[in-house]
Structure formats: C-alpha cells, structure tokens
C-alpha cells in the first residue's frame, strides 16, 4: 500500500508558476513509477506527466511540454511538478500517482492516487 498526499496548489496569475509536491508513504516509493494527472471541472481526467522509478525517463503530455517538468527525490518520497507559464486552461484539480509499470500514461495503469491539489490560472 501506498499513500500519497498532494500539496503546492494554489491561486495564480497566467505567465506564472507553482511547484506541485507529492509526498509518498508506505511501500518503497523508489519501487513505483509517478505521474502526475489533471481533471477540469466537466472535463475526463487526462494524463499530465510520468517519471520512471529513477526519474530518468520522462514522458509529458503535448500541451504541457516546455513548460512543465516532473522530478522526483527518491531520498525525500516525493514527486515534483514544476510549472511554468501557466494558462488557464491549466486549471484543474492535479492528482499524484503511483504505478508497477516502468512509466505510464494511462490512467487505469496507476494503482494508487492522492486525494488532488487544487489548481487555478486567472487570466
């Protein structure tokens, strides 16, 4: 079992960022893949961004690649989520999660997710 506990959300203007932290307990965090999803109100869950378990391979959706990046610290249990220049449409509520698979971005190959951190870009 694994629990993950999002936090960094928050309010901010277009053009600007925040860093997304995912906080990991139970299981060897270092065991799983991470990623990192996004739901918008009335909107399917999509797919935002995959660490492998060193963090050495990464994958990123195409409408946040160049502003977004995913880390990880395996010595910390956490996972990161930079985000730059952000948009509007970047509003959402940003989910943390953990899969068996070397890195996934689907979400039914996650086994385990966060409760979410709210997410809001004015304009």
């Known amino acids: 079992q694994v629990q993950l506990v999002e936090s960094g959300g928050g309010l901010v203007q277009a053009g600007g960022s925040l860093r997304l932290s995912c906080a990991a307990s139970g299981r060897t965090f270092s065991s799983y893949g991470m990623g990192w999803f996004r739901q918008a109100p009335g909107m399917e869950r999509e797919f935002v961004a995959a660490a492998s378990r060193t963090g050495g391979t990464t994958d990123y959706a195409d409408s946040v690649k160049g502003r977004f990046t995913i880390s990880r610290d395996n010595a910390k249990n956490t996972v990161y989520l930079q985000m730059n220049s952000l948009r509007p449409e970047d509003t959402a509520v940003y989910y943390c999660?953990?899969?068996?698979?070397?890195?996934?971005?689907?979400?039914?190959?996650?086994?385990?997710w966060g409760q979410g951190t709210q997410v809001t870009v004015s304009s």
């Open positions: 999660a953990a899969t068996e698979f070397f890195v996934a971005a689907i979400g039914h190959q996650y086994n385990y």
